[in-house]
């Protein structure tokens, strides 16, 4: 059964999780980074709380982290990849469940454009792009410069926020990149739902989802660049 859950005892319990344990934990990358940051507290990491600290959003006031799941995987369909997101937090606000996916980012990309994604386009890959955007609430498909992974990864916080019966549903990036990688692209993401993009702040991005939907551009401590 797949949603059986391994405890954590340290940043190395991480490493087994990956998709190339090898290959993907190494010194000033994401997944490493992300470990250690999140391992070295016993809630949110201090910039993360004080970003929803100081958001005025109902349905997040109170908002405190129940359990965090590193690559934890949401089906999709239209192929058998699922969306491996580098954390889910179940976390619980004033009003209820919040399901909040981290991406984590020091200078990786977000992946190929959806242009290169859909280069050698199958039915499989039609399929999986028509329910994202049903489940974004997007009308229309994006310009090809709109890199996929966010479009996934978005769908999954609101795949997982109905599963949990949640109130809303987050996209974290946690990045620790000193040169803004990646801003670009989160921009390029937000302007689909009509949001300037700003960092360090918890933005709603509207859509017609039954489910609140809400972002966030976090920096991260460069400390744990070296761990």
Not at 18 to 30: E, N
Not at 86 to 100: E, K, N
Not at 114 to 134: T, V
Request: glycine share 8%; charged share 20%.
């Amino acid at each position: 059964m797949s949603r059986i859950l391994k405890f954590t005892s340290s940043p190395a319990d991480w490493q087994a999780m990956l998709a190339d344990p090898v290959k993907h934990w190494r010194t000033g990358y994401s997944a490493r980074t992300l470990a250690y940051c999140w391992e070295a507290t016993e809630g949110f990491p201090p910039e993360i709380n004080s970003v929803f600290s100081a958001s005025q959003e109902s349905e997040l006031v109170g908002l405190s982290p129940v359990l965090a799941v590193p690559e934890f995987k949401v089906p999709l369909p239209g192929g058998t990849r699922s969306s491996q997101n580098d954390i889910f937090v179940l976390a619980r606000s004033s009003t209820g469940p919040v399901a909040i996916m981290v991406e984590g980012k020091v200078d990786e990309s977000f992946g190929p454009t959806l242009n290169d994604w859909l280069a050698e386009a199958s039915p499989g890959k039609e399929k999986r792009l028509d329910f994202l955007l049903r489940t974004l609430g997007l009308p229309e498909k994006p310009p090809g410069d709109v890199r996929y992974q966010l479009l996934h990864r978005t769908a999954s916080a609101l795949i997982t926020a109905e599963q949990y019966r949640a109130v809303a549903a987050v996209l974290l990036v946690h990045t620790f990149t000193k040169k803004q990688s990646g801003w670009h692209d989160y921009e390029s993401f937000l302007r689909l739902f009509g949001v300037s993009a700003e960092r360090g702040l918890l933005q709603r991005l509207p859509g017609k989802s039954a489910i609140p939907l809400f972002a966030a551009w976090v920096q991260g401590n460069p400390a744990y660049l070296e761990m």
